[in-house]
């Protein structure tokens, strides 16, 4: 049991920032929402904020980074997660709320299903990225 926590130390750890940076989104996406800003800008304030806290402890907590220079890194993190975020998740939401909003007539359930589906896609998708990409060994 304790060689398996210490082979995935690395992926629970992401999945622990990600659980955290997807509460931060969340939260702020909900609240613009509630407040009346449109979801795509919502979204988009909500994963400004949540990109910020997630290059941090990504870097530092699930990567174990040592690398000063963060320039490059910073750079691929944007490039990835960007898509990902901005790119990924709105294609999703709004596929979502196409799909479902004849049936569900709550406006907030569409979205959080969205969001849902958005965020396991871009998770996964980032991992992958930021492990091959960003935050090497070797760097």
Known sequence: MINQLKKHAEKI???????????????????LVSLGLPTIASNFISTSIAITFSFFANKKFTFKGTNNSNSRQVVLFLIITIFGMWVIQPIIIESIKLILGSAVANKYIILLIGKILATIVTLIWNYLMYRRFVFKKND
């Open 13 to 31: 750890r992401f999945i622990i920032v990600g659980g955290l940076n997807t509460a931060i989104d969340f939260v702020i996406l909900f609240a």
